[in-house]
């Protein structure tokens, strides 16, 4: 059974809309309260931004339902999950929305729960063994940093399996409807990356820190990488960041990973991270802008390597310097490499080649 056929019961309950979008994300809305519930939903597109602003307020249209081919479903939670989510938050009602993942070997479902109003929190759900190894990863790494005093993150409340064998992952919010979304590097990111360095950086070894450990494997594992990406350069360009750095102690601190803004929002001026699954303890501090920025320019600008490097080269670029980009290149290659597991395929692909042309062009 597929994870959504173990925690929903579709034979009753409540209204609810499926939708999609032209990547093969799906969202499944409740009719009820779906003002609120939406704030799962992120858009970046203008389409996406129009069916958040109208659908809470016109999808008994059916005229509108057409348009964004969204189809009419009846469920429910199941009496395990239910159950569990009422007693972490404590209260006698749950109402739900459901995004059902980004496709990829990672893919997992995210369910934002709320009681009228009020956002209560989030939970992540994945029938998979390598996915609930993450959620325990990223539920360590939540009570490390609150430990070191790290603001601005959610709270790990819960992390095991159910009954039917569907592993949950639950972590608190501060999100309200008013929280908003900024897409563009401004001071509140910076001073979110500053505290979490100033709070978790330590001087270390750089062949001991995670981020080195991510080059290994990237060495180790280069035939995992597409038939069209050039090894020998990025092999070369291991080798150049290892040359420069091993044998030295370095200044490393957290990492999240992913942070991008759909993965953050803003409350009372405040900037809130969260999806830490892909943070580590000893990296060099920028890669997260980096990440923020080229994600940001691919998928919102729709801007390719010839774009980036443009931009690198006028004064607002000046703060990415070639050979940190070149350490935040190779570790999304690795990352990507090592997630796939050596079966990359043609969807998967795509980032490779953009990756790669950037580091050509951070070698020349």
């Known amino acids: 059974m597929t994870t959504l056929d173990n925690i929903l019961d579709f034979s009753a309950g409540e209204k609810f809309y499926r939708f999609g979008n032209a990547d093969g994300k799906y969202w499944i809305m409740p009719a009820r309260s779906m003002r609120t519930v939406m704030n799962l939903y992120q858009p970046s597109g203008i389409k996406g931004k129009m069916v958040k602003a109208l659908l809470p307020c016109m999808h008994a249209i059916p005229q509108v339902r057409r348009i964004i081919h969204a189809e009419t479903l009846h469920c429910r939670l199941n009496a395990e ?18 995004f059902e993942g980004t496709p990829s070997v990672h893919q997992k479902i995210t369910m934002q729960l709320s009681s009228g109003r009020r956002i209560l929190g989030y939970c992540k759900l994945s029938n998979s063994d390598d996915i609930k190894e993450l959620f325990a990863k990223e539920s360590e790494m939540l009570s490390w940093l ?9 709270k790990a409340l819960y992390c095991g399996t159910l009954e039917c064998g569907t592993h949950i992952f639950v972590q608190s919010t ?10 563009n590097l401004c001071r ?3 001073e979110f990356l500053s505290q979490l360095h100033e709070k978790t950086k330590e001087s270390i070894a750089f ?14 594992h280069i035939s995992w990488l597409p038939d069209n990406i050039d090894a020998e350069l990025i092999s070369r360009a291991i080798t150049g ?5 091993c044998g030295k102690k370095v200044e490393f601190s957290a990492f999240h990973g992913d942070f991008t803004p759909w993965n953050m929002f803003v409350e009372k001026g405040r900037l809130f991270v969260f999806d830490f699954e ?9 890669l997260d802008r980096c990440h923020f920025f080229t994600q940001t320019a691919v998928f919102e600008r729709k801007w390719g390597a010839d ?31 090592m997630r796939e597991g050596g079966k990359v395929n043609r969807d998967a692909a795509k980032p490779f080649a953009l990756w790669c042309r950037l580091l050509e062009k951070m070698m020349k």
Request: net charge positive; proline share 3%.
């Open 174 to 183: 501060a999100k309200t409807a008013s929280s908003s979304a900024k897409h």
């Open 278 to 286: 892909y943070a580590a303890k000893s990296y060099p501090p920028g």
């Open 241 to 245: 960041i290892k040359r420069s750095s």
């Open 188 to 190: 509140l990111h910076d």
């Open 207 to 220: 062949e001991d820190s995670d981020f080195c450990h991510s080059l290994d494997l990237l060495e180790r």
């Open 81 to 98: 999950l239910c159950s569990l989510l009422k007693e972490i938050f404590n209260t006698k009602k749950i109402e739900f929305g459901i």
């Open 307 to 337: 774009e980036i490097a443009s931009f690198m080269k006028k004064k607002e670029g000046e703060w990415i310097d070639s050979k940190l980009y070149s350490m935040y290149l190779l570790d999304v290659i690795s990352r990507f490499t």
């Open 146 to 154: 609150a430990g070191k005093g790290v603001t601005g993150i959610p």
